[in-house]
């Protein structure tokens, strides 16, 4: 009766649901830059008391890393850690003690958004002038890859220990308590018991690094492990820690109701330091994400247990009794799960546009096709489950097949099929565990529209930018010119002065276009020599809005050379 209520509440939801996917409310996930003071690409007179950075959430200042480069893009010295001003949770700031030198400065941050995820990004401004900067200058820390390889597959595995240990005590408990007793049962939850404390251990100890960006050396770090005690992923791991503790006493006892409760328990853990408490609508999200990851772990972790002990076993009547119940429960889990995943999807995705043109979209596409297969394995298990435990017993001839079971040749191809089934929703795990890192839709998406709404330098430049590539005869200035500053092709002339502002001619001038917030670029620009120290370009072509840079290499002699960066805003 349930399944078959299962089975009309899944168009039922499909189609409220899509209603409402494309609703317009925003949901965005990841920390967004608000504003900063000074403003990017502002020119103050005097060197600023502070400098403040506000994001569209709260962020965590515990695990922020913030830097501030100088003209010559070294890191200036004696700037104590941000805070939050007054207790703005959404605001950090950074007291500046010392005079800072003329010249264009770049703030290099990196924070940790509501959702427990890195997020990086710099802006610039300038003392009393702006001023050419070093090569490296404007770089950001991208933090270790290794300390993102492992923190990734510590995710990974607790995902793939929360199914195993979930999945293979709910099979055991309602699908064949029969099985509680047996060695391979106790096996299977001790492996995700252990998957799921390691995981949970590993995560702990890199989490810090991985939100400051810092190698694995970092892992013990006193003050990195406080702050990720402070923080929400942090407390989150604590609170697992915990539950495993009482997990594993119940485990060593082998009382299985209770393995059962303290497991359904854990996705709680999940989704309070993911995706779904942030945001809009926090307590369905968090609802919803317990249903979906708890249907998942249900269907998908009572496949190894079904494939590896159960199948195995030689117990006819226990297969008869708990291989149509967990067909039922897997029908019901895919119901949950599509109407969980389309409320998920609704508010971390929001439109189609977003759905096709994001990594997170494409992650999510490329998840629901695999889970659509096993859909597809997991209708073909059921047809083979009605045929051979289906069928009414009413005459002796259908007792004695009972007793008999399928046939060995049947069972292999069954047993064939689930492993295949196994094999795709370890998959599926890997893709959960990459769209909890992955920036939500809705994020991404509102980057791109928060660069579109360009405040200032707009329309055609005319600036002159000092420079120092070094050595003898390094210095000198760059004249530059850029119209119409639209959209479209832009001509842009560029003329290199001495240090009495008199064209010179240098040995090579390169120009190369960016726009950083859509990670677009470096473009090269072609330039034609158009007399003493002048470099003109008739095709700059600029194909949509936002704040672009226009990055010129000026180099003076053989090994000296500087970068002057000259902002331009598109509409």
């Not at 996930?29 to 005097?46: G, K, R």
Request: overall charge positive; proline content about 6%; hydrophobic content about 50%.
């Amino acid at each position: 009766m349930f399944v078959a209520f299962a089975r009309r509440l899944v168009p039922i939801s499909l189609l409220a649901l899509m209603m409402l996917a494309f609703s317009p409310e925003s949901a965005s996930a990841h920390a967004i830059l608000a504003d900063t003071t000074p403003a990017n690409w502002q020119v103050v007179e005097s060197s600023p008391h502070e400098i403040s950075l506000r994001f569209n959430e709260p962020v965590d200042a515990g695990l922020a890393e913030i830097r501030l480069l100088g003209p010559r893009g070294d890191t200036v010295e004696g700037i104590p850690r941000p805070t939050h001003p007054d207790g703005k949770q959404d605001v950090l700031s950074l007291a500046v003690a010392n005079t800072l030198a003329t010249g264009t400065h770049t703030v290099a941050y990196r924070v940790v958004s509501a959702d427990s995820h890195p997020v990086q990004g710099a802006f610039t401004f300038s003392v009393g002038r702006p001023t050419s900067s070093a090569p490296g200058a404007a770089s950001l820390n991208e933090g270790s890859t290794a300390t993102a390889v492992v923190y990734g597959v510590s995710r990974w595995a607790g995902y793939a220990g929360l199914a195993l240990l979930l999945g293979t005590a709910y099979f055991v408990v309602v699908c064949w308590p029969g099985g509680v007793a047996r060695t391979g049962t106790r096996r299977l939850l001790w492996a995700g018991w252990t998957a799921v404390s390691a995981a949970a251990l590993i995560g702990f100890l890199g989490y810090g690094p991985y939100a400051a960006g810092k190698p694995l050396s970092a892992v013990f770090d006193a003050g990195l492990l406080g702050s990720t005690l402070g923080s929400r992923m942090g407390l989150m791991l604590a609170l697992r820690v915990a539950l495993l503790a009482i997990l594993a006493v119940a485990l060593a006892r082998m009382r299985g109701r209770w393995v059962l409760a303290a497991a359904g328990v854990l996705p709680v853990t999940w989704g309070l330091a993911t995706h779904s408490a942030a945001g809009d609508h926090v307590g369905f999200a968090l609802v919803a994400d317990f249903v979906h990851l708890a249907a998942m772990s249900v269907w998908i972790g009572g496949l190894p247990v079904l494939l590896a002990v159960l199948l195995r076993s030689g117990d006819i009547l226990g297969m008869r009794s708990a291989i149509p119940r967990f067909s039922r429960t897997a029908a019901v889990c895919v119901a949950l799960l599509v109407v969980t995943g389309i409320f998920q999807a609704w508010r971390q995705v929001g439109t189609p546009a977003a759905l096709f043109g994001t990594a997170y979209g494409t992650v999510l596409l490329v998840k629901v096709g695999l889970v659509a297969v096993l859909v597809g394995l997991g209708w073909l298990a059921r047809r083979w489950v009605e045929k051979h435990y289906g069928a009414p017993i009413v005459t002796v001839t259908d007792k004695r097949r009972a007793r008999r079971g399928p046939e060995s040749g049947e069972l292999r191809r069954f047993r064939r099929s689930i492993g295949v089934e196994a094999g795709i929703a370890t998959l599926v795990l890997g893709l959960t565990a990459s769209l909890v890192s992955v920036e939500p839709a809705r994020g991404e998406v509102a980057k791109q529209e928060a660069a579109a709404r360009v405040p200032a330098f707009t329309g055609p430049v005319s600036m002159v930018i000092p420079f120092d590539a070094g050595g003898i005869g390094g210095r000198g200035e760059l004249a530059v010119e850029v119209s119409p500053g639209k959209i479209g092709a832009n001509e842009a002339h560029l003329v290199v002065l001495d240090a009495q502002s008199l064209p010179r001619d240098v040995p090579e001038v390169r120009a190369e276009l960016r726009l950083r917030e859509r990670s677009l670029g470096p473009l090269p620009v072609a330039l034609q020599y158009g007399g003493i120290g002048h470099h003109i370009a008739t095709a700059a072509t600029i194909t949509m809005p936002g704040q672009w840079e226009l990055d010129v290499t000026v180099r003076t002699s053989e090994t000296d050379q500087a970068i002057v960066r000259v902002p331009i805003g598109i509409r």
